[in-house]
């Protein structure tokens, strides 16, 4: 994992508040974005910081 994927994912917040504010975009485009080179890997470091997938968290808090 690169600095810029381990800033991000330290706090999940900023990672955290792209998967669930930008609707408009795919997960993966939502990855990419912030560095990942893999959706995979993306997936497994959010779930690390987080508990949940990026998938069930956008579920969670898409609608409050």
Do not use: Y
Not at 9 to 30: M, N, W, Y
């Amino acid at each position: 994992m690169g600095c810029l994927q381990s800033e991000l994912l330290r706090s999940s917040s900023p990672v955290a508040d792209r998967v669930e504010g930008h609707q408009h975009l795919l997960i993966k485009q939502v990855a990419f974005e912030c560095g990942f080179r893999s959706f995979a890997a993306f997936a497994a470091a959010f779930h690390r910081s987080t508990g949940r997938s990026p998938q069930e968290f956008r579920s969670a808090n898409c609608c409050r």
